[in-house]
């Protein structure tokens, strides 16, 4: 597991996402204890994951980033899976489906020993991470495709639409990404949603253009210029 930085962005609510960022950042020790962890936070008022993965980037000093959400724990083999899968491929989603733990199991859990695999007989809802296409939570990625990009964009702001034109801009200019039939699975905490969001509206602009870019090299490129001015 050397060379490898995970990246977690986090912000604080003082409250049950700390318990779950403890617990997971237990997880990382015990389990990948020879992966760097970078853990980025951000100075805007709204959330903004995106300047949070970047920070995160900055202290890293691995070649392969693993982007990891402060609520996703996993098979451990999974890394190892991905990182072979590199060769050939540009990044790596290393799920098709998301298993949301219950409240009441997230609680149980919490409680535990660190183990892997879980002992505990989970209550989970599962989510097929086909539908929409979805990205975030976990990807492993080579720094030197990130940083082709230019990472996140940190025009958007609260959450919603900056996994997607992650994913845009890395599959328009590095290639696209190779999805595995794995799990990943999501501790419960309060939600936040995008549509509540004041900025929801600026950000779906903003995904609106990289969606429109998709698959057109010179487009994305300026986008992603933009994220530097």
């Known amino acids: 597991m050397k060379n490898i930085s995970i990246l977690i962005p986090y912000r604080s609510d003082k409250g049950p996402r700390n318990v779950i960022f403890n617990w997971v950042k237990d997880f990382y020790n ?22 949070a993965v970047n920070n995160a980037a900055q202290k890293a000093t691995g070649d392969i980033f693993i982007i990891a959400d402060a609520d996703i724990v996993y098979d451990p083999e999974l890394i190892n899976e991905a990182i072979n899968l590199l060769d050939n491929h540009a990044w ?26 879980i002992k505990l ?9 086909y539908i ?16 082709s ?41 309060p939600p936040v949603k995008a549509i509540g969001n004041p900025h929801y509206e600026m950000n779906y602009s903003l995904y609106t253009r990289y969606a429109h870019a998709s698959n057109n090299p010179e487009i994305m490129r300026q986008l992603i210029l933009e994220k530097k001015q």
């Open 149 to 189: 990009v230019n990472g996140f964009d940190q025009r958007f702001l609260g959450w919603g639409g900056e996994d997607d034109a992650f994913t845009f801009s890395v599959n328009t200019i590095c290639g696209h990404f190779k999805r595995l039939d794995r799990s990943i699975y999501h501790l419960w905490h």
């Open 121 to 129: 007989e989970l209550e989970l809802n599962p989510f097929n991470a």
């Open 132 to 147: 929409g296409n979805i990205t975030g939570g976990l990807v492993i990625i080579p720094r030197k495709h990130f940083e």
């Open 92 to 117: 790596i989603v290393p799920y098709s489906d998301i298993q949301y733990i219950t409240e009441d199991s997230t609680k149980k859990l919490l409680n535990t020993e660190v183990i892997w695999p």
């Open 30 to 51: 015990r389990l990948l204890p020879e992966a760097e962890i970078c853990v980025g936070c951000c100075n805007t008022n709204l959330f903004s994951r995106s300047q």
